[in-house]
């Protein structure tokens, strides 16, 4: 390649980087096009220009499915903070100089953590910065996982109980466990209970593959002994009314209980442990300056320190 070419190649190198890890994230090259606004042969071009320079292939191109090479993933591992940051250079220069005026925020978490774990830092960081816009995205554990590693959302807040190797979790808050029964239920007026009580009647639980299912799983298991689910209900708050209804008894957080609940709660800290709710992140991703920004606030409502 002559020096020209080379020169050319060197000065368009930030192109075939961010179409490589466009290409990377989306698993495809018609769906990258899309995304930077590039014709599918552009993007192609690109990509085999930044294989020609470095003298590697850093895909497996087999049909329509595309596969790292061993050399790809190291050279993805590289690029990609390269690209996150240069493409958030404005923002993290406006940031150093006291200034967080634009840009977009997406937290991705499920029902009940937007409603009884973020309202009060969501609140502070859109009262903050007005100019931030700010998106909610209501996800299960897996979807918000899956839009994580896509960078579809910039963090997930949540609980975990199994953290895959890509992924970081910082615990941030932690609420007690307690049995909620409705008013006039044989257990309403005992300030404790024990497990064999509670196995005498049936549970209403969030659905099983949710971790509260599995936590109740474990710890019966532990003490050798079954539960009856009679309703599998999606949210806290479906979950207390229909406790109030008097269709079962059931095992929740206490950060869901307001006091207004027509129903009793009895702590269940000797069976069960704390629950924590934490930040989700994937390894080796750039946090935009608002995403830091939103972490500080978050820290700062619950009293708790970033890991560092």
């Given at each position: 390649?002559?020096?020209?070419?080379?020169?050319?190649?060197?000065?368009?190198?930030?192109k075939q980087m961010r179409a490589f890890c466009e290409v990377v994230r989306s698993g495809s090259v018609t769906l990258a096009a899309q995304k930077l606004f590039l014709s599918q042969p552009s993007v192609t071009l690109q990509i085999q220009a930044l294989e020609?320079?470095?003298?590697?292939?850093?895909?497996?191109?087999?049909?329509?499915?595309l596969k790292l090479t061993p050399d790809g993933e190291t050279l993805y591992e590289l690029a990609k903070p390269l690209v996150e940051g240069v493409d958030?250079?404005?923002e993290n220069f406006a940031a150093l100089h006291g200034k967080l005026e634009s840009g977009e925020l997406n937290i991705g978490a499920g029902e009940s953590t937007i409603?009884?774990?973020?309202?009060?830092?969501v609140k502070r960081f859109v009262t903050a910065h007005p100019g931030i816009h700010?998106?909610?995205h209501n996800v299960t554990g897996r979807d918000g996982l899956k839009m994580l590693r896509a960078d579809e959302v910039d963090l997930v807040v949540g609980s975990m109980l199994d953290v895959p190797d890509d992924i970081t979790y910082q615990p941030v808050a932690f609420f007690d466990p307690v049995l909620i029964v409705p008013l006039g239920h044989p257990l309403a007026g005992k300030t404790e209970v024990t497990l064999e009580e509670i196995s005498l009647y049936g549970l209403i639980l969030p659905p099983r593959h949710l971790s509260t299912w599995n936590i109740v799983k474990y710890v019966f298991q532990q003490h050798h002994l079954n539960f009856t689910v009679t309703l599998e209900a999606g949210g806290w708050e479906v979950i207390k009314k229909y406790v109030e209804l008097g269709m079962g008894i059931s095992i929740v957080t206490d950060i869901c209980l307001t006091g207004t609940e027509k129903l009793v709660r009895i702590p269940l800290k000797q069976y069960f442990p704390q629950r924590g709710y934490g930040l989700v992140l994937r390894k080796g991703k750039f946090l935009s300056p608002q995403a830091r920004r939103f972490v500080e606030i978050l820290h700062e409502v619950y009293g708790t320190r970033p890991m560092q």
């Amino acid at each position: 390649m002559n020096s020209d070419k080379q020169s050319y190649y060197k000065h368009n190198r930030l192109k075939q980087m961010r179409a490589f890890c466009e290409v990377v994230r989306s698993g495809s090259v018609t769906l990258a096009a899309q995304k930077l606004f590039l014709s599918q042969p552009s993007v192609t071009l690109q990509i085999q220009a930044l294989e020609r320079e470095l003298g590697v292939t850093v895909f497996e191109r087999r049909g329509p499915v595309l596969k790292l090479t061993p050399d790809g993933e190291t050279l993805y591992e590289l690029a990609k903070p390269l690209v996150e940051g240069v493409d958030s250079l404005e923002e993290n220069f406006a940031a150093l100089h006291g200034k967080l005026e634009s840009g977009e925020l997406n937290i991705g978490a499920g029902e009940s953590t937007i409603l009884y774990v973020l309202p009060e830092a969501v609140k502070r960081f859109v009262t903050a910065h007005p100019g931030i816009h700010t998106k909610m995205h209501n996800v299960t554990g897996r979807d918000g996982l899956k839009m994580l590693r896509a960078d579809e959302v910039d963090l997930v807040v949540g609980s975990m109980l199994d953290v895959p190797d890509d992924i970081t979790y910082q615990p941030v808050a932690f609420f007690d466990p307690v049995l909620i029964v409705p008013l006039g239920h044989p257990l309403a007026g005992k300030t404790e209970v024990t497990l064999e009580e509670i196995s005498l009647y049936g549970l209403i639980l969030p659905p099983r593959h949710l971790s509260t299912w599995n936590i109740v799983k474990y710890v019966f298991q532990q003490h050798h002994l079954n539960f009856t689910v009679t309703l599998e209900a999606g949210g806290w708050e479906v979950i207390k009314k229909y406790v109030e209804l008097g269709m079962g008894i059931s095992i929740v957080t206490d950060i869901c209980l307001t006091g207004t609940e027509k129903l009793v709660r009895i702590p269940l800290k000797q069976y069960f442990p704390q629950r924590g709710y934490g930040l989700v992140l994937r390894k080796g991703k750039f946090l935009s300056p608002q995403a830091r920004r939103f972490v500080e606030i978050l820290h700062e409502v619950y009293g708790t320190r970033p890991m560092q």
